[in-house]
């Protein structure tokens, strides 16, 4: 036995075991239920950029591609936004019809059960494409391939349940939902209420041993249709009749809706966006073990599966559909900014509006470099648990802000509602998005940083692992062990935060190019950053759970590096395009500034005094963190308001709307502005007004005609709908007022 085993390392284990957070049954499941990736290069205060830049780019496949260019676009030319959020409240028939035809219900499915077997960055793209157009026609498609049966399915299903639901699912035989959310349990999914009780009861004529459940579920995407209830619930066993555990926990099954005591409430408006959404309940409805998805094994395992399949709606649908809206706040704004013209100028070249169309170009490209980046890493069969948490999180938010500087540039021209208004669904769909698949409050502050320093910490999962060791003499091996090779992983940090707080950077691949310098930077604000998560588990040990500030604005710093690596990476992806430079450093820039000032409020909070002050003197989190400087934004506003290949490449796919759309509308005005541009700087060098300009043969009548064909078109976009007492009385029957209903009748 060594003196440092027997001395030191017993002292520290037995402080550490009172100290350091212990993990709970539900804690360890979902931990074992996600895997790391890059993330945990990040923690290392030293990442391995091969790792990073190995990752191959995603593609589509010729399958995959024609799949967008065609059922996708015919499906969303199917869809009228404004009929179906403020008339129908529900996609018209034949949509539905061609969903099921077209198997945009079994994107996530196997061939071989009769799905599409669509990788994740297709899976991707589809519903971006859709969500360009659609919130409601990409929820539709986005539940049945994300958290649901189909998911579970695959992953934990039994070969008879895979047999019997997949090929219906594909086709759309079968409509799932998934019954997660009860009425007194929301981000708490573990105190849910709902429960099962192991008993013997009847099923299709038989007696066998089964669950009698009974459950109230709400918020609940596709309820009101659904065929097959996912359900989530406790499951009890007093009798013993599945083993010694009375408790087995939370337990994941297949409900038929058609089962006596299933009850479909009726339907909840989310933001007044109508997708299909509702409550659900169920008295004292039975169903057998075999219902159980993955069988009787898997009773008690429910938390474990549903931690592994989040991974599609955090890191797939949300990200997806968030890039989708920032993508169109670009475009169009852009686009706006330079049509819309005041005190003679388009409103683009104003500094005012250079800055929100800059962060709206910034963001677009973030949050389409993480999606693909997380896509990408996920068809490696990586299940991505702090990644996803981290896209589900900042690709919401982002889009909040992204749509939000929309609002602001367009001004009344969005606050109008009506068919025309493209930014509207958007807009209220934004609170749909920051509340589902995990409330952001929850996984900001517990989740991204709470379980990714676990998870991603080189050393911090196997010392707590340790510490819970029952037999103590190999416990303390392995922590004697663990502790000092980890004590010295952090003296290494300490000196490379501190030696890069200096100068600003640190290593960075040879063959980055251009973009070489970005890297070196990042590598710093990793040390700084490792350090710093070091600390705060040293001086708070297990009251760093509590301490949800900290913890959120150390899981910012993660979060903001992993996307600008992920940014850097799609820049390389792209073929490296000179022409995106400005985008890539704008990303950087933006997010320096905001880990530098994570980091800053995290230091300024801590309670040990000496820890403030030595990671103040080693990090330095205020040094090399201004933000983007004024010629920066400038340049990235530039990248939206001139068309170019940029602009393309940053906009990516979206469905273009009808000709007489206000999407429509809006680009056919744009381009005609672009082309007549030439036309009005000669009358502007000229200083004279079109008929002037005519009269001294300055300009044609053709001339003359395409000016006037532009100006009408700017104006047609500007414009903004409105409505008589008539069609408002039927669009909201019993709400007109009484003068105006009169004039209605």
């Known amino acids: 036995m060594s003196f440092r085993r027997d001395h030191l390392s017993r002292r520290i284990f037995d402080w550490a075991q009172t100290a350091l957070p212990s ?43 024609a799949f967008i260019d065609g059922p996708c676009r015919q499906f969303c030319d199917l869809i009228d936004i404004w009929q179906i959020d403020r008339i129908d409240a529900d996609l018209p028939p034949e949509a539905w019809d061609f969903l099921r035809r077209h198997g945009f219900f079994g994107m996530i499915i196997p061939k071989e059960h ?134 087995p926990g939370i337990t994941c099954a297949l409900v038929p809706t058609d089962l006596p005591g299933v009850e479909t409430g009726r339907r909840h408006l989310a933001s007044g966006t109508m997708f299909m959404n509702g409550p659900t309940e169920g008295h004292d409805v039975f169903i057998p073990l075999e219902n159980i998805i993955g069988g009787p094994d898997y009773a008690g395992r429910g938390w474990m599966m549903l931690m592994s399949a989040l991974a599609a709606g955090r890191g797939i649908s949300l990200p997806s559909l968030s890039a989708a809206a920032t993508a169109l706040s670009a475009h169009t704004t852009g686009a706006y900014a330079r049509i819309r013209t005041q005190f003679n100028l388009p409103i683009g070249l104003f500094g005012g509006v250079q800055e929100p169309l800059a962060r709206i170009a910034s963001n677009a490209y973030a949050i389409d470099a ?125 000196f490379r935060a501190f030696g890069r707080s200096l100068t600003g950077r640190g290593p960075a691949p040879r063959e980055a190019g251009k973009v070489r310098d970005l890297y070196g930077r990042l590598s710093r604000w990793s040390a700084a950053f490792a350090l710093t998560a070091d600390l705060a588990f040293l001086t708070l040990g297990g009251a760093l759970k509590r301490k949800e500030m900290i913890s959120a604005r150390l899981g910012d710093a993660l979060s903001q590096m992993f996307l600008v690596a992920a940014a850097l990476k799609r820049w390389e992806d792209d073929g490296r395009p000179e022409a995106d430079l400005p985008l890539v450093r704008h990303v950087a820039e933006s997010s320096f500034q905001a880990i530098g000032e994570a980091l800053d409020a995290v230091i300024a909070n801590f309670p040990a005094t000496w820890a403030r002050w030595l990671l103040r003197i080693v990090t330095r989190p205020r040094a090399h963190a201004r933000g983007p ?80 064909e532009a100006d009408e078109a700017v104006r047609r976009v500007v414009a903004v709908d409105d409505f008589s007492p008539e069609a408002l009385a039927r669009l909201y029957p019993g709400r007109t007022p009484p003068q105006h209903r009169e004039a209605a009748e």
Not at 208 to 217: D, E
Not at 228 to 239: I, Q, S
Not at 418 to 447: C, D, H, K, S
Not at 661 to 671: N, V
């Open 629 to 708: 400087s004024h010629a920066l934004i400038e340049k990235v506003a530039m990248l939206v308001y001139h068309p170019s290949e940029t602009r393309d490449r940053l906009v990516g796919r979206l469905h273009p709307g009808a000709a007489d759309s206000g999407l429509g509308l809006l680009e056919h005005a744009y381009r005609l502005v672009l082309d007549t541009e030439p036309l009005r700087k000669r009358l502007r060098d000229l200083k004279k007004t079109p008929d002037a300009a005519r009269n001294a043969g300055v300009l044609s009548d053709a001339d003359l005609a395409r000016l006037a």
């Open 23 to 65: 993990l709970s049954k539900t804690e360890s499941e979902a931990i074992a239920a996600g895997e790391v990736h890059f993330e945990a290069e990040l923690f290392t205060g030293n990442p391995d950029w091969s790792m990073l830049r190995g990752v191959p780019a995603p593609r589509l496949t010729s399958e995959e591609q």
């Open 370 to 494: 993480g999606r693909q980046l997380t896509t990408a890493i996920l068809d490696q069969g990586k299940k991505l648990a702090v990644i996803s948490a981290i896209m589900k999180y900042h690709a919401t938010e982002r889009m909040r802000t992204s749509v939000n500087d929309a609002m602001d540039v367009h001004s009344g021209k969005a606050v109008i509602d009506g068919p025309l208004n493209y930014l509207q669904p958007a807009y209220r769909a934004i609170p749909i998005g920051i509340t589902v698949e995990g409330a952001n409050i929850v996984t900001r502050n517990l989740i991204i940083f709470g379980q990714g320093a676990i998870r991603a910490h080189p050393y911090l999962l196997d010392e707590m692992t340790a510490l819970q060791e029952p037999d103590r003499e190999k416990a303390l091996d392995d922590f004697d062990r663990l502790f000092w090779a980890h004590a010295g992983h952090s003296t290494k940090t300490a």
């Open 114 to 247: 009769g799905g599409l077997g669509f990788s994740a960055y297709a899976h991707s793209e589809v519903v971006r494409y859709i969500s360009s157009h659609s919130v409601v026609g990409a929820v539709t498609v986005m539940v049945p391939n994300s958290l649901g049966p189909g998911e579970l399915i695959l992953q934990f299903g039994t070969e008879a349940q895979k047999t019997h639901w997949l090929p219906r699912l594909a086709k759309g035989e079968e409509l799932p939902a998934f019954g997660l959310t009860s009425e007194q349990a929301g981000s708490d999914a573990s105190a849910m209420v709902d429960e099962g009780v192991v008993c013997r009861g009847s099923w299709q004529g038989e007696e066998v041993l089964g669950i009698r459940l009974t459950w109230a579920k709400r918020y609940i995407t596709l309820a009101p249709v659904c065929t097959v209830l996912g359900l989530a619930f406790k499951l009890r066993d007093p009798e013993g009749l599945l083993g010694d555990d009375p408790e």
